[in-house]
């Protein structure tokens, strides 16, 4: 079984920065790869920055402010958040594409709130 475990988040000003960390550990895995979603509620979750063996993507609406970063491991992803927007405001969560062993396995961290408001 894996774990992700989530930290970072919290309250920033508009303008401002914020980082996120997720780490995976537990059973033998091989990531494929790994980045962050966020949700609002209400609304579906999205895709905000996901790095992996098939490049690094970034949602239209957070390019040139986010960036995504793994460690040579593959075990840790970083979501340096800047030039944050009320708009950046939401739930966020760890997601990993993993390989078990045995097959491909999406995994979902906990969550963690971010919030932008002076």
């Known amino acids: 079984q894996v774990q992700l475990v989530e930290s970072g988040g919290g309250l920033a000003q508009p303008g401002g920065s914020l980082r996120l960390s997720c780490a995976a550990s537990?059973?033998?895995?091989?990531?494929?790869?790994m980045g962050w979603y966020r949700q609002v509620p209400g609304q579906q979750r999205e895709m905000v920055a996901v790095?992996?063996?098939?490049?690094?993507d970034y949602a239209a609406s957070v390019n040139g402010r986010f960036a995504i970063s793994m460690n040579r491991a593959a075990t840790t992803v970083i979501l340096e958040m800047n030039s944050l927007k009320p708009e950046d405001t939401a739930v966020y969560y760890c997601?990993?594409?993993?390989?078990?062993?045995?097959?491909?396995?999406?995994?979902w961290g906990q969550g963690t709130q971010v919030t932008v408001s002076s």
């Open positions: 790095t992996g063996r098939r490049g690094t």
């Open positions: 997601y990993a594409d993993l390989w078990t062993g045995y097959r491909d396995d999406v995994y």
């Open positions: 537990g059973s033998r895995f091989e990531a494929n790869a």
